[in-house]
């Protein structure tokens, strides 16, 4: 089965600086990654997803990239403020309709310093 | 919309008891999964629903697990003799159908098994 590796486990950056979570995937034949938010206590939100037909895709202040070769992909913010700070899960799937849920990774504690 | 919603929000049972867990997906979605997250954990997929079917019960963690769903709509999640190590969060999604990749979340059940 899938097997995804997420890290650092804990990122803490400066508010207006950059932060880069990577994660990396083992089956070659999963195509769809989505990344999710947690605040604590809350349900985890879909931010932004990627397939595997793209290698970058963007919203406002998000980007995710993708290297299928290598098998990993990364969650990029930028001009970070305090309401990112969460717990950030990447995932991955064999898309297609396929009987498997999403597997995750074990997620990184944003932490942004004011 | 109302997105998905789960019920109870938090259970607190004794070891050995039984519980259910209720699931209702957002309304013509008609692929469901369930996953567990325990604590400080990523989430872990347990099972999956495309209509009232479950084609793969494999990720259950034991025979003690299983769940249903009726009516294309909601679906229960039943723990029977529950046992210390089950408790954790147990998180609902659903998708429009399993063709398609998004899956929103619930806001989760917290089962404590005392």
């Known amino acids: 089965g899938e097997n995804v590796e997420q890290h650092p486990s804990t990122l803490s950056v400066q508010e207006g600086d950059s932060a880069v979570i990577k994660c990396t995937y083992s089956d070659s034949a999963s195509n769809y990654f989505p990344w999710y938010k947690q605040e604590l206590g809350k349900r985890p939100q879909l931010i932004i997803d990627i397939r595997s037909n793209v290698g970058e895709k963007k919203d406002q202040r998000i980007a995710v990239t993708l290297n299928k070769t290598a098998k990993h992909f990364s969650l990029h913010i930028t001009e970070t403020q305090p309401e990112d700070s969460a717990v950030y899960f990447c995932a991955a799937r064999e898309g297609g309709g396929g009987a498997d849920g999403l597997t995750f990774g074990k997620g990184t504690h944003l932490i942004i310093q004011p | 919309g109302a997105g998905v919603s789960q019920s109870p929000s938090n259970k607190v049972t004794e070891k050995g008891k039984d519980v259910e867990l209720r699931c209702d997906p957002i309304s013509g979605h008609t692929a469901l999964y369930w996953y567990r997250q325990s604590l400080g954990q990523g989430l872990e997929f347990l099972i999956y629903f495309q209509g009232n079917s479950a084609p793969d019960k494999s990720g259950l963690p034991s025979d003690r697990f299983s769940a249903e769903r009726t009516g294309g709509s909601v679906s229960t999640l039943t723990i029977q003799r529950t046992q210390q190590e089950d408790s954790a969060v147990y998180l609902c999604?659903?998708?429009?159908?399993?063709?398609?990749?998004?899956?929103?979340f619930g806001p989760g059940t917290r089962l404590t098994v005392t």
């Open positions: 999604a659903s998708s429009l159908s399993p063709a398609a990749y998004e899956q929103y």
